[in-house]
């Protein structure tokens, strides 16, 4: 059975920093790109972050570009996603994702989420 368990979220000032943590289980976790997806209510999830499965490509938002870091440690079955300088517009919930195609978010695996709360 595959397991993505998101961790880290939070309610954070604006201008803070939180890691969030998704560890997946099931899969071989060096097989597959991971991405971060976010979701506010009445709104589409949209795409926030991705890395390949051997973390050497990664992709960002415009908007979040130079604030977030996304990273996976195969050895831990771990990926993260870093969030600095955080703002009230980021405040959502974060989903991750894994799936072995870079180019669609359909076919893989995902979490449960985890609530970011910025405060302005």
């Known amino acids: 059975q595959v397991q993505l368990v998101e961790s880290g979220g939070g309610l954070v000032e604006a201008g803070g920093s939180l890691t969030l943590s998704c560890v997946v289980s099931?899969?071989?976790?060096?097989?597959?790109?991971m991405k971060w997806f976010r979701q506010t209510p009445g709104k589409e999830r949209e795409f926030v972050a991705a890395?390949?499965?051997?973390?050497?490509?990664?992709d960002y938002k415009d908007s979040v570009k130079g604030r977030f870091t996304i990273s996976k440690d195969n050895a831990k079955n771990t990926g993260y996603l870093q969030m600095n300088n955080l703002k009230p517009e980021d405040t959502a919930v974060y989903l991750c994702?894994?799936?072995?195609?870079?180019?669609?978010?359909?076919?893989?695996?995902w979490g449960q989420g985890t609530q970011v709360t910025v405060s302005s």
């Open positions: 099931g899969v071989t976790f060096s097989d597959y790109n």
């Open positions: 890395i390949s499965y051997t973390g050497r490509i990664t």
């Open positions: 994702y894994a799936g072995s195609d870079w180019n669609q978010h359909t076919s893989g695996y």
